[in-house]
């Protein structure tokens, strides 16, 4: 029984080290799939570059499904609406897909007043509808915990290089043999729905 019991075990821990963890890559960033918060209300799966967690990371995917909503342009339009509306320094833009001729939105949120840790967050957004699915929405987003002369440029830096890439990605997951601990979820709110701007980072917002 003792040593049927020590095979058990070993069985188990072997079967958990080649456990595969799905991910997503886009470009050459590969990010791992999290977990998102029990009382969101769509279809949600978050992604995140391995061992960082939702309590402090630096890049983050989302894939949302709104089963009733169809038209990617006007939901786009909301966000911009929303974002433009959460302060004067706030600022977005539309892209377009030549190919395609679907729409990107590139856009800046920022932590709500109530968050005890001030943030900036970067987010490229777009969105389509797929007959029997809802709309889906994909989003990248970079957040920024400390801010400087060289926020502008490292933002700037990151859309030329993460545009064109983000454009293509599939979202469709891989998997592999999970090397690190999977991020814990906390909760918390989606930066993305409540675009606040706090004094501190209105200057960063004038050289993008």
Same mark, same amino acid.
């Given at each position: 029984m003792k040593h049927h019991l020590l095979f058990t075990v070993a069985f188990a821990a072997i079967a958990n080290l080649l456990s595969a963890t799905p991910y997503i890559t886009i470009g050459e960033l590969k990010l791992f799939r999290a977990y998102a918060p029990?009382?969101?209300?769509? &279809?949600?799966? !978050? +992604? @995140?570059?391995?061992?960082?967690?939702?309590?402090?990371? $630096?890049?983050? =995917?989302?894939?949302?499904? #709104?089963?009733?909503?169809? &038209?990617?342009? !006007? +939901? @786009?339009?909301?966000?911009?609406?929303?974002?433009?509306? $959460?302060?004067? =320094?706030?600022?977005?833009? #539309?892209?377009?897909?030549?190919?395609?001729k679907e729409y990107i939105l590139d856009f800046m949120t920022f932590a709500p007043d109530s968050e005890p840790v001030h943030f900036a967050e970067w987010n490229l957004m777009r969105a389509k509808y797929v007959k029997k699915k809802g709309l889906i929405v994909y989003q990248y987003a970079m957040r920024f915990y400390e801010f400087g002369e060289s926020t502008g440029s490292v933002i700037r830096a990151e859309r030329n290089k993460m545009t064109q890439p983000f454009n293509e990605a599939t979202f469709e997951e891989n998997e592999e043999p999970n090397q690190s601990p999977e991020p814990t979820p906390t909760a918390g709110t989606?930066?993305?729905?409540?675009?606040?701007?706090?004094?501190?980072?209105?200057?960063v917002m004038r050289t993008l």
């Open positions: 029990e009382d969101s209300q769509v &279809d949600l799966r !978050e +992604y @995140l570059p391995a061992g960082e967690t939702f309590e402090r990371w $630096s890049r983050l =995917a989302s894939v949302r499904v #709104f089963k009733d909503l169809k &038209d990617p342009k !006007e +939901y @786009l339009s909301n966000v911009a609406a929303a974002v433009s509306k $959460s302060s004067p =320094a706030a600022r977005y833009q #539309f892209l377009q897909n030549d190919k395609t989606s930066a993305a729905e409540q675009p606040l701007v706090p004094a501190a980072v209105v200057a």
